[in-house]
């Protein structure tokens, strides 16, 4: 069975500054997807950036990036200039690939970007 | 274009009585989902519609839990009769059949149930 572990529940980082968010999984499959979604306060989850397994280029999105580290089975978001509106939790999520999209989510990183 | 809808936004009921949810995706949108959200845990998949045929209820407890998807668009979910540990967040979700897009789901604002 699939696995999703973040080790930190809560992270904090001053406005304009850069954060690390980290994220390791547990699978013996060899295509899968990978992805980091975003939940703000009281507000819905967005999809904030998707790395695919195949791929061993880091995915990027504008100030978010990815380092994702196949054998070591690590998959790491980076925000740069952080800004106020980042603030949110955020999960990593696993998908296998094949005929069923069953996403499974780690238990997230609460991120507070200080003024 | 209109995100997924969810309603009610929040229920509190007492254990043993009933509830339901519903919800409709983006238009155009085959694939479904319903998750959990407990609170200090990530979403949990409890069921996965492709248009109106089931494709996953592995971790849906049957005994107590019932969703369907009668003409391939809308959804509900029951719980019948709630426990105090139903207490959670209920999310529904969205995609595209096929291609690269599938992959990415898009979510409702979800349903905040308390059972007391």
């Known amino acids: 069975a699939q696995t999703v572990t973040q080790s930190q529940p809560e992270m904090s980082v001053q406005e304009a500054e850069t954060v690390t968010l980290s994220c390791t999984y547990d699978?013996?499959?060899?295509?899968?997807?990978l992805f980091w979604y975003k939940q703000p306060p009281s507000r819905q989850m967005i999809l904030v950036i998707r790395?695919?397994?195949?791929?061993?280029q880091n995915a990027t999105e504008n100030r978010f990036s990815v380092n994702f580290q196949k054998a070591a089975k690590s998959f790491s978001l980076k925000i740069s200039d952080s800004q106020l509106g980042d603030t949110a939790m955020y999960f990593c999520?696993?998908?296998?690939?094949?005929?069923?999209?069953?996403?499974?989510f780690g238990t997230g990183t609460l991120l507070a970007v200080q003024p | 274009e209109a995100g997924v809808a969810q309603s009610p936004r929040y229920k509190i009921i007492e254990k043993r009585q009933s509830v339901a949810f519903w919800c409709n995706p983006i238009?155009?949108?085959?694939?479904l989902y319903w998750y959990q959200q407990i609170l200090g845990q990530g979403p949990k998949l409890l069921i996965q519609?492709?248009?109106?045929?089931?494709?996953?209820d592995s971790q849906l407890p049957k005994d107590r839990f019932s969703a369907e998807r009668l003409k391939g668009v809308d959804s509900t979910l029951k719980i019948q009769p709630a426990k105090l540990e139903d207490s959670a967040v209920y999310l529904c979700?969205?995609?595209?059949?096929?291609?690269?897009?599938?992959?990415?789901?898009?979510f409702g604002p979800g349903t905040r149930l308390t059972v007391l």
């Open positions: 979700a969205s995609s595209l059949l096929g291609g690269r897009a599938r992959n990415e789901q898009f």
């Open positions: 699978t013996s499959e060899n295509n899968y997807y």
């Open positions: 790395q695919e397994a195949y791929k061993q």
């Open positions: 999520a696993f998908m296998r690939g094949g005929a069923t999209n069953k996403l499974i």
């Open positions: 238009s155009g949108h085959a694939t």
């Open positions: 519609f492709q248009n109106n045929g089931v494709v996953d």
